[in-house]
């Protein structure tokens, strides 16, 4: 009875491999008829433009684009070496550089740094570690960004800074987490 499992699960175990092997090459004589390639990326040196006010960027991890091929990024401003990056922030100054940038910035599609925003400030809470940013690319001339509010207190700060840059605001949607999802 041993030996006939062994068997049957040899022989499944080799239909599946020569059903997989049958499918790559299937595949990859399908793509070699269309003449597909995969996109090619260049990259630009000269973009973004340089950042005022000696500002640098720390671990970007979120990269978004809107309808108007605006580019937003948010980085983390606590991923520098503190006496070596940002001299110009330390207590004493170490240097004339650099200065970690707000944490949310927005590049035309030229490279130039159309607005930059978020950080701690004593108006409002911001969380310790960014998560990144969605946008929304839809060609209705919204924006949509989304991201985690921890509590009120960010939430009251992220919309006085809406309101500050002039933004309209449409709404703001509540999302259960996952152990609410469960209840």
């Known amino acids: 009875m041993i030996r006939s499992r062994r068997l049957l699960f040899a022989a499944a175990l080799g239909a599946t491999f ?3 092997t049958a499918g790559q090459h299937a595949l990859e004589a399908r793509a070699r008829s269309h003449d597909v390639t ?4 260049e990259v630009d040196p000269l973009w973004p433009k340089p950042l005022p006010h000696h500002w640098v960027l ?7 684009v809107d309808a108007n091929d605006h580019v937003f990024i948010v980085h983390r401003n606590d991923t520098f070496d503190a006496p070596t990056e940002i001299g110009a922030v330390q ?6 550089c650099c200065v970690p940038a707000p944490p949310v910035l927005e590049f035309d599609p030229a490279g130039n740094l159309v607005n930059a925003w978020g950080g701690p400030n ?3 809470d911001w969380p310790a570690s960014n998560h990144g940013i ?17 509590d009120q207190a960010l939430l009251h700060g992220l919309l006085r800074k809406i309101r500050d840059l002039g933004m309209p605001l449409l709404s703001v949607t509540r999302l259960q987490t996952p152990k ?3 209840k």
């Open 38 to 41: 995969a996109p090619r990326f």
């Open 91 to 96: 207590n004493p100054k170490l240097s004339d």
């Open 134 to 150: 969605s946008i929304d690319n839809k060609d209705n001339g919204d924006t949509l960004l989304t991201g985690l509010i921890v």
């Open 122 to 124: 004593k108006d409002y």
């Open 180 to 182: 609410e999802e469960e």
């Open 18 to 20: 020569a059903a997989l």
């Open 58 to 64: 720390g671990n970007v991890i979120g990269v978004g």
